[in-house]
């Protein structure tokens, strides 16, 4: 039980209590990664190593393919032909990710054609 727990006697209280204190921290957790998110998108595209793609697929740069396929306003089927095609995602372990600098990319190179 947390310090600030200490003392309260109501058992539905003191759960509710911790239900709050473990939501607070969930929220900083996701406060902190779309900070670190954040910087990544203020990053601009010349500084981008945009020739080398994450060891991780969890690295914050990379979405599932239906996320990027929204991003494009594409079909996931669409999005995967994109990825081999334009270099936009790459196959992990588990499963395949695209990259938001290209997406970005990409679709700054399209929109200016």
């Not at 947390?2 to 759960?15: C, N, Q, W």
């Not at 939501?23 to 190593?49: G, K, M, S």
């Amino acid at each position: 039980m947390h310090e600030s727990l200490k003392g309260i006697t109501d058992p539905t209280l003191a759960a509710l209590l911790s239900e709050e204190e473990a939501a607070q921290a969930l929220a900083n957790a996701a406060r902190a990664r779309v900070r670190e998110y954040l910087v990544i998108c203020a990053t601009p595209p010349e500084a981008a190593d945009n020739d080398t793609w994450p060891a991780n697929a969890g690295h914050l740069d990379l979405i599932t393919v239906a996320e990027g396929a929204t991003i494009l306003g594409c079909s996931t089927d669409t999005a995967y032909r994109y990825c081999a095609k334009y270099d936009l995602g790459k196959e992990y372990p588990v499963g395949w990710r695209m990259s938001h600098k290209r997406i970005a990319a990409f679709r700054r190179h399209k929109s200016a054609k």
